[in-house]
């Protein structure tokens, strides 16, 4: 993989070159039976495991854990954290976790509930 090095000018300073040229981690949430990315990006694993633990404690029939499916009621959501490596513009995925499913039935965790301090 080859990154590009790229300058944009802002006003009279050179921003965002060291942010293209640097790649970092980053960490998405998402609900993989809806394929809905949830919310922002998050720069660690811990920051990414507590909006997950933060989602188990909302009820599984209301927002954000509320199916967008019109059988919500028999639905439910299965969130995944997803981890990339970004320059600014491109986005390299490099694992996927499931952490945890949401539904009438309750809540299931998958091996990584204590992950996070």
Known sequence: MV????????????LFEKERTN?????????????????EEHLTWVDAMQEVHRL????????????????WRDCGRKYE??????????WK????HSVLEIDAKGIRWDNFKDRTP
């Open 3 to 14: 990154w590009i090095r790229a300058s944009v000018r802002i006003g009279p300073n050179l």
């Open 23 to 39: 790649p970092k981690i980053m960490f998405v949430i998402e609900d993989s039976w809806h394929a809905e990315p949830l919310g």
């Open 56 to 71: 188990a404690s909302i009820p599984w029939d209301k927002e954000p854990n509320l199916a967008p499916c019109t059988g």
């Open 81 to 90: 954290i997803i981890e990339y490596k970004t320059n600014g513009e491109s």
């Open 93 to 96: 995925f490099i694992s996927r």
